[in-house]
């Protein structure tokens, strides 16, 4: 790669700053440590207030870089001593001296001696990998005293001697996050039959008469100002989090503490968090010195405690990695067209929908049976595309809507229609109760007590409705007519009220999407982010426009009756005409005669003749007998 002079090395300091770097160049950067160390000090001097570490970190959206450090001599030839590393967000802690009569940078005996590097610069190396345009990085650097723990300082499998990176892996639902244990900045005097990382490993249990270190995970959520169809990742917002999770005062003023994030050494370290892709959110880790906190009640708790390097994720990759969602979030035609056809058929449906009857029957039933299709493909195929899961789905809700049709069209089978259309109307209903407070009880981390009572509840609607039809095919297309309307128009605001039905299908397709699920429709926290306000307000439109479509249609705009089926209605028509009546015997016999070929109308007037002479032989008799 091609290498900037050295005399255009350039300065980080400790507060966040951003430079344009053209990608395969290695440009040149160096850290002076505020308080460098001028001469050894011993192993029981607590009050030393040189720095004992400092740690660089690189951040960009979405390129990779290649950072280099040496704490002693320009990297160039620092040879093995250099501590290199690869990524979005990447850091390096690098020990500003070394324990004398030991073995080990962790290891102290009562003689041991902290003695400073004879240097008072870091010298670091930066190269954003790959070609394109200029690519904004922004450096840090932050060196702290003896007090506090050193981040990553007991990594024991990895490349770099101090490892204080956080490790992100994520998926559509879901971010894992996991890190490197850290040392102790003081030396524990007394315990010298180990050393400080095997120390660590022995006593850090929460039931330890003396726990060491202590683990606390935050986030701070980038602000956003988009809607589903259209989002914007604004490189600045992105700079101005990371700054503000880097150092402990920033991270506990602005940062906010992820619940049951309190973690000890012997504990496992990862933690699973449900995510929402497209969301950017910064994560860092709070390591504490507990035991030298409690040992120095007076004095700043803040001195005990070291953060890691920020981390950012968007749950989403700018670089098109295979299996992971797209941050590729520009206008889709397709979507946005779906978007508009729910706020349509929403619409109608909401309104006119026991008006439609026909269209309400064939709706219901498609929507119904190719949810159940899609749910069981997703489950039981997941090597299956996301093309093929809706083709046959789509195919085999068009023949089942076709079906319950017929049913109703030629055998009248209108407890078929109402479990059918009830039935969608149970799934929202169950849908919104377990996205409400309710839906955060442990007992629903369980996916088997979560499946039965979802789908009881989904029974229990129809099977109370259909004692009224009327009101049963009133209720249920109001309610999903208004939800599906304005679930399209979710996409367009960036809320999270189409979640509430989506997050039945993700349940349902991924076995552990309950396992860090936040379910409250209601809290800040709902699949990871949410905007607590517009989810309230969403929430009241549907129950509100609900409410008024079911008042129009029960009095005003659709039949107080039931339609029946049009083929049964015929056959009664037929099956009572009265055939003796003498209309009914003319029309036979006018039939009869169209069969036979005779000449209708010269039979007609006979017949007529016929029936005058009839009539006029009756008269005369009677006026014989009086």
């Not at 050295?6 to 770097?21: C, M």
């Not at 128009?489 to 809320?495: K, L, Q």
């Not at 926290?525 to 609900?546: P, T, Y």
């Amino acid at each position: 790669a091609e290498h900037s002079l050295a005399g255009d090395s350039q300065p980080i300091t400790s507060d966040l700053q951003t430079f344009s770097l053209t990608p395969s160049v290695v440009y040149h950067f160096y850290y002076d440590p505020p308080a460098p160390g001028e001469h050894c000090t011993a192993v029981t001097n607590f009050d030393d207030p040189s720095d004992r570490w400092v740690r660089i970190d690189a951040h960009t959206q979405s390129a990779t870089v290649r950072m280099a450090v040496s704490k002693s001599v320009p990297v160039a030839q620092a040879g093995y001593h250099l501590s290199v590393v690869k990524g979005q967000n990447v850091g390096v802690v690098a020990r500003l001296g070394n324990w004398s009569r030991t073995w080990g940078d962790d290891c102290v005996t009562d003689e041991s001696e902290w003695c400073p590097v004879q240097t008072e610069r870091i010298f670091v190396t930066v190269e954003v990998m790959g070609n394109g345009s200029e690519v904004l990085v922004a450096l840090q650097g932050q060196a702290q005293d003896v007090r506090a723990p050193i981040p990553g300082g007991c990594c024991t499998t990895c490349f770099i001697a101090n490892d204080p990176n956080i490790n992100v892996v994520y998926t559509e639902h879901s971010t894992a996050l996991d890190f490197m244990q850290a040392d102790l900045g003081m030396a524990r005097i007394g315990r010298t039959s180990l050393c400080s990382c095997d120390l660590i490993a022995t006593e850090g249990t929460p039931s330890s008469a003396s726990p060491n270190l202590r683990y606390d995970y935050y986030r701070l959520y980038i602000p956003q100002d988009s809607a589903s169809y259209r989002k914007y990742f604004h490189q600045d917002d992105m700079f101005t989090a990371i700054s503000r999770m880097s150092t402990v005062e920033n991270v506990l003023q602005y940062g906010e503490a992820i619940s049951d994030g309190q973690i000890f050494p012997t504990q496992p370290k990862s933690k699973e968090l449900n995510t929402k892709p497209g969301q950017g959110v910064v994560y860092n880790v709070i390591v504490t010195d507990v035991y030298e906190q409690g040992q120095n009640p007076t004095l700043d708790p803040t001195l005990f405690q070291a953060t890691y390097t920020p981390v950012v994720s968007y749950a989403c990759s700018f670089t098109g990695q295979p299996n992971v969602p797209s941050c590729d979030f520009s206008i889709s035609p397709a979507v946005t067209a779906t978007a508009v056809l729910c706020i349509v058929l929403g619409f109608v449906m909401a309104v006119f929908g026991h008006r439609y009857f026909k269209l309400e029957i064939f709706l219901f039933s498609f929507v119904l049976f190719a949810g159940a299709v899609f749910l069981v493909m997703t489950a039981q195929l997941p090597d299956a595309s996301h093309a093929e899961r809706m083709g046959v789905s789509a195919g085999a809700g068009l023949v089942m809507a076709l079906l319950v049709f017929a049913l109703w069209y030629y055998r009248d089978a209108q407890g078929i229609v109402c479990i059918v259309v009830a039935g969608v109307l149970g799934i929202i209903i169950a849908a919104v109760l377990f996205a409400s407070p309710l839906g955060d009880m442990t007992i629903w981390k369980n996916n088997l007590n979560y499946g039965m009572t979802f789908t009881c509840i989904s029974l229990f609607v129809p099977v109370v409705l259909m004692l009224r039809m009327r009101l049963c095919l009133i209720l249920s297309s109001s309610l999903v007519g208004t939800y599906c309307a304005l679930a399209g128009v979710d996409y367009f605001v960036g809320s999270n009220f189409r979640e509430i039905l989506l997050n039945v299908f993700n349940r349902a397709s991924e076995p552990d999407f309950a396992k860090n699920y936040d379910g409250n429709y209601f809290s800040d926290e709902f699949n990871g982010f949410a905007d607590r306000k517009l989810n309230i307000i969403m929430f009241v439109a549907w129950l509100s426009s609900a409410c008024l479509c079911i008042l129009l249609q029960h009095f005003w705009l659709t039949p107080k009756k039931i339609p029946t089926s049009p083929y049964k209605q015929r056959h009664e028509e037929w099956e009572g005409r009265p055939l003796l009546a003498v209309a009914s015997r003319r029309d036979y016999g006018a039939l009869s005669e169209r069969a036979q070929g005779w000449d209708t109308t010269s039979t007609t007037r006979s017949a007529r003749s016929l029936s005058m002479q009839s009539a006029q032989t009756q008269a005369q008799q009677q006026q014989q007998q009086q």
